[in-house]
Every structure is written in structure tokens, then in C-alpha cells.
């Protein structure tokens, strides 16, 4: 059983800033992947960022590059999204997501509203 729980989001105005947290329980030994990903109204879920457990390896959308950063603190079992100069095209549910022993598990996503 793997339980992934999302915090950290909110409402923020345009050109602000937001740091998600993702924490994970239950058998999560050796995650292969961490990523966040997001879902707009209207729109199907798409890739933000992912990162390898050892960190070394990373890989964001487009849209995000520059302006977010997702790192991951293995000992507690976090990955975090820190986001920058947000603007209203990031308003949408965000998602973690682990895959560990070859499944994939989902969070229950946390809204981020960019407005003014």
C-alpha cells in the first residue's frame, strides 16, 4: 500500500512563487521516479517534472522550464516542486507521482490558482 499526500498549494498572484510537497508511506522501497504533474480545466493531465531517485537526472515541460525546480528528500521520502514567476496558465490541479517496483501511484492532487 502506498499512500502519496500532497500540500502546499494555494492562491497566488501573478509573478508569485509556491513550493508543493509530496510525502510518501507505506512500501516504497527504492522509487525508481518521482514527478509532479498537472491538470487544467478542460485540459488532460500533463507532465510538469520528474525526477530519478538519485537525483541526477531531471526533465521538465517546456512551459515550466526556468521558472520550476523539483528536487527530492530521500531520507524522508519527499519530493518537493518549488515554482516561480507564476502566471495564470499554471493555474490547475497538481499531482505527485511515484512509480517504485514497476507500478504507478497518484496523489490526490492540491489546486494551484494564479490570479490577481
Known amino acids: 500500500q502506498v499512500q502519496l499526500v500532497e500540500s502546499g498549494g494555494g492562491l497566488v498572484q501573478p509573478g508569485g512563487s509556491l513550493k508543493l510537497s509530496c510525502a510518501a508511506s507505506?512500501?516504497?522501497?527504492?522509487?525508481?521516479?518521482w514527478g509532479w504533474y498537472r491538470q487544467a480545466p478542460g485540459k488532460q493531465r500533463g507532465l510538469v517534472a520528474v525526477?530519478?531517485?538519485?537525483?541526477?537526472?531531471?526533465n521538465y515541460a517546456d512551459s515550466v522550464k526556468g521558472r520550476f525546480t523539483i528536487s527530492r528528500d530521500n531520507t524522508n521520502n519527499t519530493v518537493y516542486l518549488q515554482m516561480n514567476s507564476l502566471n495564470s496558465e499554471d493555474t490547475a490541479v497538481y499531482y505527485c507521482?511515484?512509480?517504485?517496483?514497476?507500478?504507478?501511484?497518484w496523489g490526490q492532487g492540491t489546486q494551484v490558482t494564479v490570479s490577481s
Open positions: 507521482n511515484i512509480i517504485v517496483g514497476g507500478a504507478t501511484y
Open positions: 507505506g512500501s516504497i522501497f527504492n522509487v525508481y521516479l
Open positions: 525526477i530519478t531517485r538519485g537525483g541526477t537526472t531531471t
